[in-house]
């Protein structure tokens, strides 16, 4: 049997952010540690999730330190100043680094060090049973780690795997608004982001009837709604259904991922975005596991909107050009000497194991060449 998990409460719709005041109260919350990144703060975003807080807001402390891939040394001095300032809990805001690092503060904020004994690569991980509540507000439609199961995080020994804490937020606010000044690249990235989570889990061979439904229902908002958000991020309509797609997806990250996530994520520990990877990666994985798919490569298409017949791979090929997207990866600067590495480490990610169909080294080296 499967086991199905839908946990975490979720605040969502426009305004939603002035929910955080009661939610800290409710949670016993005085001075929380605020975790965000600098772009967010200097887009006044930052300012715009807190609002709520009135003047109470400035005296708080917050920690901007926020790498593009999350790190276990970030994790950790952003635990410190939790503990210096005297802090009782966390808020996360931002986009999907900032959440995940928010998550991981919040393990070592009463949990010894290393973040590694917590990593779900571990060979026997520690407990998390005692961390202080933590509210996440998501700033971009992309990797949903607000309802996600784990913080994704580049570990001290170089390795970017999850710290499995299914249980660990107290509360998610999705507001749309705290979007809309989302610039149109990272628009972009970020809800390929999210369209790669939903298609990936959708093809998981784990049986999961209510994940695949959710996943499906997140793809057919993005596929409708992503070129609208890229063109015009006011347009309120394309930045709810965009939100939305984005939940959707990462609470179907119990069924697992694919070869798009395994090979994503060593190629993120060499310091690349992750939304980007996997917009790169996802028609060429899609070519590799067609046959293994089944009824899926048409399920897709028709959630995508696309006539009978229409090749998946293609298609998304067409859509990212049309978004701006660049469609190789020696675009990002990822160098061909490296592919042979990451191609080997791809087998020992997690996501390796619930791709539809079984790969070797070989075959994710003929993906990474096909995408280099």
């Not at 975490?8 to 005085?30: I, M, S, W, Y």
């Not at 330190?65 to 966390?90: F, K, L, Q, S, W």
């Not at 580049?154 to 249980?167: E, H, I, M, S, T």
């Not at 000044?181 to 990272?186: E, F, H, K, N």
């Amino acid at each position: 049997m499967s086991v199905l998990q839908f946990l975490t409460t979720v605040h969502f719709g426009n305004g939603e952010r002035r929910q955080l005041p009661k939610l800290l109260a409710d949670a016993g919350v005085r001075s929380p540690l605020f975790v965000t990144d600098r772009g967010v703060i200097r887009a006044g975003v930052f300012q715009q999730a807190i609002e709520a807080l009135g003047q109470d807001a400035a005296r708080l402390p917050v920690f901007d330190d926020v790498p593009v891939n999350p790190t276990e040394a970030a994790a950790a001095a952003g635990a410190a100043r939790y503990r210096e300032t005297g802090c009782d809990g966390v808020v996360g805001i931002g986009g999907g680094a900032a959440l995940d690092l928010a998550k991981a503060i919040a393990v070592l904020a009463t949990h010894a060090p290393p973040l590694w004994n917590y990593c779900n690569r571990h060979a026997q991980p520690a407990p998390i049973d005692r961390a202080p509540p933590l509210i996440l507000l998501p700033t971009t439609a992309g990797t949903g780690s607000e309802v996600g199961r784990s913080a994704v995080i580049v570990f001290d020994n170089g390795v970017k795997a999850g710290v499995r804490c299914p249980d660990l937020v107290t509360a998610a606010i999705c507001d749309p608004e705290l979007t809309y000044r989302l610039p149109a690249a990272i628009t972009a990235s970020t809800g390929m982001d999210a369209l790669a989570h939903c298609i990936e889990t959708y093809c998981s061979p784990v049986v999961n009837p209510p994940a695949d439904a959710i996943s499906l229902d997140g793809m057919q908002r993005i596929f409708a709604h992503l070129r609208r958000a890229v063109a015009d991020g006011s347009d309120a309509d394309a930045r709810w259904h965009m939100l939305m797609g984005s939940l959707e997806g990462a609470i179907s990250f119990q069924k697992g991922m694919g070869a798009v996530h395994a090979l994503s994520h060593p190629l993120g520990a060499r310091g690349f975005h992750h939304g980007t990877l996997n917009a790169i990666l996802l028609p060429h994985v899609l070519d590799c596991n067609r046959e293994a798919l089944g009824s899926k490569w048409a399920a897709i298409a028709h959630q995508a909107g696309w006539p009978v017949g229409t090749d998946v791979a293609d298609g998304l090929r067409r859509l990212i050009a049309d978004i701006g997207i660049a469609p190789q990866l020696r675009d990002m600067g990822v160098a061909e000497a490296d592919l042979p590495a990451v191609a080997q480490e791809a087998l020992q990610d997690n996501a390796h194991h619930t791709n539809p169909m079984t790969l070797d080294a070989a075959d994710y080296l003929r993906i990474l060449q096909a995408a280099w």
